[in-house]
């Protein structure tokens, strides 16, 4: 069964850095894209950035380009997500997601077939 762990999270001041990983087990896939996407209360679900599997193709939202990189290790199984000068309207519980249907990044959720639990991303002003 395919499970994928986020962990990283926790409270920071704006900013600051935090670094977000995503683990993934059981998975019989290989070539599969991965993104992060983020929901903060009372707001639906958004896209954060992606990336295809070989590292060289990714995505961003506007809001985080240039300050959030989006990375992966294929030989650990494992997504990352440095966020780097954090503001609070970066708070939200931030969600890992695998796309076992294509190697190539994509921002859509229905896109996602596995997901993590999440993990808290607080931001103090």
């Known amino acids: 069964q395919v499970q994928l762990a986020e962990s990283g999270g926790g409270l920071v001041q704006a900013g600051g850095s935090l670094r977000l990983s995503c683990a993934v087990s059981g998975s019989p896939f290989i070539y599969y894209a991965m993104a992060w996407f983020r929901q903060a209360p009372g707001k639906e679900r958004e896209f954060v950035a992606a990336?295809?599997?070989?590292?060289?193709?990714?995505h961003y939202t506007h809001s985080v380009r240039g300050r959030f990189t989006i990375s992966r290790d294929n030989a650990k199984n494992t997504a990352y997500l440095q966020m780097n000068s954090l503001k609070p309207d970066d708070t939200a519980v931030y969600y890992c997601?695998?796309?076992?249907?294509?190697?190539?990044?994509?921002?859509?959720?229905?896109?996602?077939?596995?997901w993590g639990q999440g993990t808290q991303v607080t931001v103090s002003s």
């Open positions: 997601a695998l796309d076992v249907g294509s190697p190539t990044a994509a921002p859509d959720d229905n896109e996602y077939d596995y």
């Open positions: 990336i295809g599997w070989s590292g060289g193709d990714t």
